[in-house]
T-cell receptor
Framework: DGGITQSPKYLFRKEGQNVTLSCEQN?????MYWYRQDPGQGLRLIYY???????QKGDIAEGYSVSREKKESFPLTVTSAQKNPTAFYLC??????????????FGPGTRLTVL | KQEVTQIPAALSVPEGENLVLNCSFT??????LQWFRQDPGKGLTSLLL?????REQTSGRLNASLDKSSGRSTLYIAASQPGDSATYLC??????????FGQGTELSVKP
């Protein structure tokens, strides 16, 4: 069963703690993305990776870190430096950019709440 | 810098109405434009993708149009149903594969 999965669905964190969100895909996609969604603000790009062992900052990378050691996995760490981490986090993957018709496929999301 | 805006932010209609959601973007140099659906607390599902060379795409009761020169797209939903209630997001793809999203329109279709 092909797809993109995120875990956990809900995550609670105390202030000052780091936390890692999981994103796994078995679609054999090269590119993977992390977005943050806040009410009324749409999706904002945190980090993206076009290939294994390489990743780029998006528009709001401060306080976040990622790794891409395997094609299938792109974990996101929310560090204590992120001042307002409570949000809904979405992971996406995309096949190789062979044409302008390629879309991104989204996971079900992780809702992070800082207590 | 590309900016994408969606109007209205929220919309409530009775069942059976035809409706139009609007999306505008500031830079016409796009590869494609997509409309997504998001149910509460869920991920995004792609509805329609319009290439930069196309004017519209249709899928069932949904029709999306694209006017690059004016930086506008519309999503037309015919004969709306309560099951259409969701948030609809438009996104434009610029160079490098990145998507720029609008804020979304929250649609509620009342029985």
């Amino acid at each position: 069963d092909g797809g993109i999965t995120q875990s956990p669905k809900y995550l609670f964190r105390k202030e000052g703690q780091n936390v890692t969100l999981s994103c796994e895909q078995n679609l054999n996609h090269d590119a993977m993305y992390w977005y943050r969604q806040d009410p009324g603000q749409g999706l904002r790009l945190i980090y993206y990776s076009q290939i294994v062992n390489d990743f780029q900052k998006g528009d709001i990378a401060e306080g976040y870190s990622v790794s891409r050691e395997k094609k299938e996995s792109f974990p996101l760490t929310v560090t204590s430096a992120q001042k307002n981490p409570t949000a809904f986090y979405l992971c996406a993957s995309q096949p190789p950019l062979a044409g302008s018709t390629d879309t991104q496929y989204f996971g079900p999301g992780t809702r992070l709440t800082v207590l | 810098k590309q900016e994408v805006t969606q109007i209205p932010a929220a919309l409530s209609v009775p069942e059976g109405e035809n409706l139009v959601l609007n999306c505008s973007f500031t830079d016409s140099a796009i590869y494609n434009l997509q409309w997504f659906r998001q149910d509460p607390g869920k991920g995004l599902t792609s509805l329609l993708l319009i290439q930069s060379s196309q004017r519209e795409q249709t899928s069932g009761r949904l029709n999306a149009s694209l006017d690059k020169s004016s930086g506008r797209s519309t999503l037309y939903i015919a004969a709306s149903q309560p099951g259409d209630s969701a948030t609809y997001l438009c996104a434009v793809r610029s160079g490098g594969g990145k998507l720029i999203f609008g804020q979304g329109t929250e649609l509620s279709v009342k029985p």
